[in-house]
C-alpha cells in the first residue's frame, strides 16, 4: 500500500536580505540614520548568498530560499534531494526537522520524523553514558519507559556495556559516535533524514548512516530523505531523484535522469571568457576560446562524474598563420598536483588548420572519466612551429562529482590519484 | 480525510503556544536539571561548597561596608541574618535571570539541529536553580538556627514563613519571565548581553536586598521603592523570618501581578522569538 506520509504544500521560506538584524544595536542605528536620514545605502546589506551569488542584494530585497514546493512523498520511498550549494536544500530539511518555521505553505508528516543529523545532539562529556542515552533520547522526542525499553538494544548494537557508568568524555571518539548513531538508530523513526553534508569527516560514520538507510529503507520499508552531493551513493540507494534549483524545483523523478539534469545544469561558466584572460602565456598566433565539457550525447554539462562517458571540449581560434604541432591539457587538482596530461601530439593526431582566423576544435574523450570526486583545473598550451602558442593555466575549473567507477556503488574515501579498471584475484 | 501526525505551518498565533507538548517533552525536562546538576558537581573540586562560599563572602563585605562603614540600619535584626536572607532569595532571582538569559545563545548549536519545545531550557534552569537555593537557604537556616536558639529574642519568626514558597515562585516567575524576555532580545541584539551583568546590579541596588524599606525616608523615594515588585518579596521573606520588614496581601498581590505579566509576555516574545531564530543568529 502505497501512503503518503510527508505532504508539501505551497512551501515557501523567504529570507530578508539586509533587514536581517545586524547584530547589534549601534549597527541598527547606523543603518536607520544612513538609509533614512542620509539616504544613503544600507551599509550592512548582505550581499544576496541565498540564491544568486554574484548580485547583491537590493535593499530589504526577499531571497525565497525556497519557493512554492509541492511534494508528496509515498511510504517506502527513498528519496533523493539534490541541487547545488544554496538550491534550498538544507533550509527543506531545517523546515522538516522544525528548526525553523515556513514563511507560507504547510508540511504535513505522518509518524515519527528523525533526522541522523541529531546524532549525539546534547551529549555532555561528564555525564556517563547512561545518562547521556537518556539526554540524547529524550532531545529527540522519546520518552523514558521508551528509552527504558530499548536500552539493552542500545548498549549492545553501540558495544559500550563496560563503560555503560563511565563518563563519555573518557570515550574514544569512535565508542561516542557510536553510541549516539545507536541511540538514533534506535529512534525507530517512520522517516528518516540524512544529511550527508553535515556527517563529512568521519567516513566509517558515513558508511554506517548509509548501512542503516539501506537497511532502514529496504528491509523495513520505512522512508528516507536523502541529502548528499555524492551522485554515486544517490544513483545507488534513492529510487526517485528530487533536484532543487534557486529554491524552486527543476526535475522530480527517475534517479538517473535528475542526475543527468543536475549535472547538466550545476555550476555556472568559468569568470571571464577564455578569449579576453591576460594571463597566459603567448596568445599572439593561436589563443583557447573556450572549454566545454560534454555527456555522451554531445550535449553540454557543468559537472563532470567520476565513471562519467565524457568529452572536453576545447575550442580555439588562430590569430595569425602558423602550424599547431601539439594541444596539451593538463588536469590538475586543487593541491596543483597534475593527474592527467592528454596530448594530441603524443597520439599523433594535429589539427589541419593553418590560417589566420581559422577556428577549431579539439575533443578529449573519456569512456570513464578517471578522477575521483574533487575541484580541478584544466592547463592548456599549445606548440606551433613558431615556439609557445598559448598557455594558459587554470583555464577553467570542472567539478567532479563522486561516482560509480567501477560499477558496485561504492568509492574509495582518499580522493587521491586517478582512477583505472584492474583485475583482483584472491 | 487523511490524518497527519505532525503539521508544519507558518508562524502560529501569538497566544497559540503548546502547553501539551511541553508536557510531553517532560523527560527531557527532568533530563536537563540531571544534566546541570551533574556538571555543576563534577566540574569543581569542592563542589556545592561553593554555593554557599558566595553568599559567606558577600555577607561579610556587607557587613563591612554597609553596616560599619555605610551604617544602614538592619531593623534591628542581626547583620548577618538581614544580609544573608537578602542574598539568599535574591541570588535565586539572579540565578535564574542570568541563566534563562542566555538560552538562545548557549544552545544555538542543539536549537539548529533538533527541535523540541524551546521553552523547555528556560524552565530547566530555573528547576536546577532551586538546587543551588536549596543549598544557599540550608546554610541560611543554619546560621537562623543558631540565632533562634542561643539569641533570644534576636528572631521573630511568624506564621508567614509559610508563605515561602509562594515567595520562591515568585522569585521564580520573575527570574524566567525576565530571562526569556531577554534572551529573545538578544538574538537581534548582541549588545544587549553587556547589560547583563551589571543590570541585575543595579537592579539589587534599586530593591531592597541590604537594606530595609524604613531605611528610606517617606516620601517620593519610599513610593518609587514600593513600586518596585521585588520590594514585597524581600520585605515578606525578612519579615517571615526574622520579624523585620513590612507585610501586607495587597502587596504581595501587586507583586504576583506583575510577574504574572511579565512572564506572561516573556512566553510570548519568546515564543515568537524560537521559531525563527536560527535565522537570524
Known amino acids: 500500500m502505497s501512503n503518503t506520509v510527508i505532504k508539501i504544500e505551497n512551501l515557501s521560506k523567504i529570507y530578508r536580505l539586509g533587514e536581517v538584524g545586524t547584530g547589534t544595536l549601534s549597527h541598527d542605528l547606523n543603518r536607520f540614520v544612513r538609509m533614512n536620514i542620509l539616504g544613503q545605502d544600507d551599509p550592512y546589506a548582505k550581499v544576496g548568498h541565498v540564491n544568486d551569488r554574484t548580485q547583491k542584494a537590493e535593499k530589504g530585497e526577499l531571497v525565497a530560499a525556497l519557493r512554492d514546493i509541492n511534494l508528496e512523498v509515498k511510504e517506502g520511498e527513498v528519496l533523493g534531494i539534490i541541487g547545488k550549494n544554496g538550491a534550498g536544500k538544507s533550509t527543506l530539511l531545517k523546515l522538516l526537522s522544525r528548526v525553523t518555521s515556513p514563511t507560507t505553505g504547510s508540511i504535513k508528516v505522518k509518524g515519527r520524523l528523525a533526522s541522523l543529523l541529531e546524532v549525539g545532539t546534547g551529549f555532555h562529556p561528564e555525564m556517563t553514558g547512561r545518562e547521556n542515552i537518556y539526554m540524547n533520547g529524550t532531545i529527540m522526542g522519546m520518552r523514558k519507559w521508551e528509552i527504558d525499553r530499548k536500552l539493552d538494544e542500545i548498549v549492545e548494537f553501540a558495544g559500550v556495556a563496560k563503560y555503560l557508568d563511565t563518563p563519555t568524555k573518557r570515550y574514544s571518539s569512535g565508542m561516542t559516535v557510536r553510541l549516539g548513531f545507536a541511540i538514533a538508530a534506535h529512534l525507530e523513526p517512520e522517516i528518516l533524514v540524512v544529511d550527508e553534508v553535515l556527517a563529512v569527516g568521519d567516513a566509517e560514520f558515513q558508511k554506517k548512516a548509509i548501512g542503516k538507510m539501506q537497511d532502514v529503507s529496504q528491509n523495513q520499508g520505512r522512508t528516507v530523505l536523502f541529502v548528499s552531493h555524492n551522485m554515486a551513493s544517490i544513483q545507488y540507494l534513492c529510487n526517485r531523484a528530487l533536484v532543487l534549483q534557486n529554491g524552486g524545483y527543476l526535475f522530480d523523478g527517475d534517479v538517473s535522469d535528475g542526475i543527468n539534469l543536475y549535472l547538466a545544469n550545476n555550476m555556472a561558466k568559468s569568470e571571464k571568457d577564455l578569449i579576453d584572460r591576460t594571463d597566459r602565456k603567448g596568445g599572439y598566433n593561436f589563443r583557447f576560446t573556450n572549454v566545454n565539457l560534454l555527456n555522451e550525447r554531445h550535449e553540454k554539462i557543468n559537472l563532470l562524474q567520476a565513471g562519467l562517458k565524457c568529452k572536453i571540449e576545447l575550442e580555439y581560434k588562430l590569430l595569425e598563420n602558423t602550424k599547431i604541432i601539439g594541444i596539451r591539457m593538463l588536469i590538475v587538482d586543487n593541491k596543483g598536483v597534475v593527474r592527467i596530461l592528454c596530448n594530441s601530439g603524443l597520439v599523433n593526431q594535429t589539427p589541419k588548420i593553418f590560417n589566420k582566423t581559422d577556428k577549431g576544435k579539439v575533443l578529449f574523450s573519456f569512456s570513464k572519466f578517471p578522477l575521483p570526486e574533487g575541484e580541478y583545473s584544466l592547463q592548456l598550451s599549445c606548440y606551433t612551429e613558431d615556439g609557445i602558442g598559448d598557455d594558459i593555466e587554470h583555464a577553467y575549473s570542472v567539478t567532479v562529482e563522486g561516482g560509480d567507477f567501477y560499477g558496485f556503488g561504492k568509492e574509495a574515501v582518499v580522493k587521491e590519484g586517478v582512477l583505472v579498471n584492474y583485475d583482483v584475484e584472491c | ?281
Open chain 2, 1 to 281: 480525510m487523511e490524518k497527519y501526525d505532525l503539521i508544519i505551518r507558518p508562524k502560529r498565533h501569538a497566544f497559540d503556544i503548546n502547553f501539551k507538548e511541553i508536557w510531553q517533552y517532560r523527560d527531557l525536562l527532568r533530563m536537563f536539571v540531571k544534566r546541570d546538576i551533574i556538571t555543576v558537581y563534577k566540574q569543581t573540586i569542592l563542589g556545592p561548597i561553593w554555593f554557599v562560599v558566595q553568599p559567606i563572602l558577600t555577607t561579610l563585605i556587607y557587613m563591612v561596608v554597609f553596616g560599619r562603614i555605610a551604617q544602614i540600619s538592619t531593623d534591628g535584626t542581626p547583620q548577618i541574618l538581614f544580609y544573608l536572607a537578602g542574598i539568599t532569595i535574591w541570588n535565586y532571582f539572579s540565578e535564574s535571570f542570568n541563566k534563562t538569559a542566555q538560552t538562545f545563545k548557549e544552545n544555538a548549536n542543539i536549537f539548529g539541529k533538533v527541535y523540541f519545545p524551546r521553552l523547555i531550557m528556560p524552565f530547566a534552569k530555573v528547576t536546577s536553580g532551586l538546587i543551588k537555593f536549596g543549598i544557599q537557604f540550608a546554610f541560611f537556616m543554619a546560621v537562623y538556627l543558631y540565632y533562634l536558639l542561643t539569641q533570644e529574642g534576636a528572631v521573630q519568626p511568624n506564621w508567614s514563613i509559610a508563605l515561602l514558597p509562594v515567595y520562591i515562585i515568585l522569585m521564580a516567575m520573575f527570574g524566567l519571565g525576565t530571562g526569556i524576555i531577554f534572551t529573545s532580545w538578544t538574538t537581534k541584539y548582541r549588545d544587549l548581553t553587556f547589560l547583563l551583568t551589571f543590570g541585575v546590579q543595579l537592579l539589587m541596588y534599586a530593591s531592597p536586598v541590604i537594606y530595609p524599606v524604613s531605611s528610606i525616608p517617606e516620601g517620593t523615594m519610599r513610593d518609587i521603592l514600593l513600586l518596585n515588585p521585588f520590594t514585597p518579596i524581600l520585605e515578606g521573606f525578612k519579615y517571615a523570618f526574622l520579624g523585620a520588614g513590612h507585610f501586607s496581601w495587597a502587596s504581595l498581590g501587586y507583586s504576583a501581578a506583575v510577574a504574572t505579566v511579565i512572564l506572561f509576555l516573556g512566553i510570548i516574545i519568546f515564543h515568537k522569538t524560537e521559531r525563527n531564530f536560527i535565522d537570524t543568529v
